[in-house]
């Protein structure tokens, strides 16, 4: 079936520009993740969203950063007067359950010149 | 200190021989991990996943975990070119706990 689908694949833009990410995750997956890897850095927790719960917004950097999640399914990451140190490839990932693996998108390649 | 740490290598292995990768974690009460594999350029895919202290096998790979120390490693035998990637240890908290946190992943070259 289809997988978890990000875009743009690429997307560069000019410092101070706002720029949306999106996540199209699996159909049927309840939690959707947001993560950012940066060069030569591990996966950074940015978002979780669970169904209809209150997401957990512990790991956005900033407050340019915001997400939103509309009718528990596709998601947008908002980043906005983009800065040099955004630019990372971000991640979505999504799952049925918590016993269940994430399943990554190919990412979003951010670069902010 | 980083919750989970790895060797970011490069690690080189000849074909045939095994790679040993070791990941470290901070939170004594971590209870589930993970081995991620990541080519070039695409998104990182579950591999591994190991609960229990002692080795887990399937098929090339085989996962080490050693709660005491804090330990969690990956054997790949008989390496083959095509296991050249980044692989991602990965550990969650607690049972319920929906966050996972990464490392910053080892890259592994298999040479031909």
């Known amino acids: 079936g289809a997988g978890v689908s990000q875009s743009p694949s690429n997307k560069v833009t000019e410092k101070g520009k706002d720029v949306e990410l999106r996540c199209d995750p699996i159909?049927?997956?309840?939690?959707l993740y947001w993560y950012r890897q940066s060069l030569g850095q591990g996966l950074e927790f940015l978002i979780y969203f669970q169904g209809n719960s209150a997401p957990d917004k512990s790991g956005l950097p900033s407050d340019r950063f915001s997400a939103e999640r509309t009718g528990g399914s596709v998601s947008t990451l908002t980043i906005q007067r983009t800065q040099q140190e955004d630019s990372a490839v971000y991640l979505c990932?999504?799952?049925?359950?918590?016993?269940?693996?994430?399943?990554f998108g190919n990412g979003t390649r951010l670069t902010v010149t | 200190q980083k919750e989970v740490e790895q060797n970011s290598g490069p690690l080189s292995v000849p074909e045939g021989a095994i790679a040993s990768l070791n990941c470290t974690y901070s939170?004594?009460?971590?209870?589930?991990f993970f081995w991620y594999r990541q080519y070039s350029g695409k998104s990182p895919e579950l591999i591994m996943s190991?609960?229990?202290?002692g080795d887990k096998e399937d098929g090339r790979f085989t996962a080490q975990l050693n709660k005491a120390s804090q330990y969690v490693s990956l054997l790949i035998r008989d390496s083959q070119p095509s296991d050249s990637a980044t692989y991602l240890c990965a550990v969650k908290a607690r049972s319920n706990d929906y966050k996972l946190s990464f490392g910053a992943g080892t890259t592994v070259t298999v040479r031909a």
């Open positions: 990932a999504s799952r049925p359950d918590l016993n269940s693996p994430l399943h």
């Open positions: 159909s049927g997956h309840t939690a």
């Open positions: 190991i609960y229990s202290n």
């Open positions: 939170d004594r009460v971590s209870q589930s």
